[in-house]
């Protein structure tokens, strides 16, 4: 079985125990559906040769 990545098991280890202790309420805490991290090219993105 594959290990989750980095940033969920963080959320899930970390940040829900935050929000459901300053909610009070599990439910408040919203859910992740998916994490996608965006990298832009710049002036490269232009050149075909990058």
Known sequence: ?????R???YYE???IKE???KYGNPM???KLEKI????GLGGD???RKH
């Open 19 to 21: 929000l459901s202790e």
């Open 36 to 39: 996608v991290i965006n990298c």
């Open 1 to 5: 079985m594959r290990e989750k990545p």
């Open 13 to 15: 280890e970390v940040v």
């Open 28 to 30: 408040a805490v919203p």
């Open 45 to 47: 993105a232009r050149d």
């Open 7 to 9: 940033l969920r098991k």
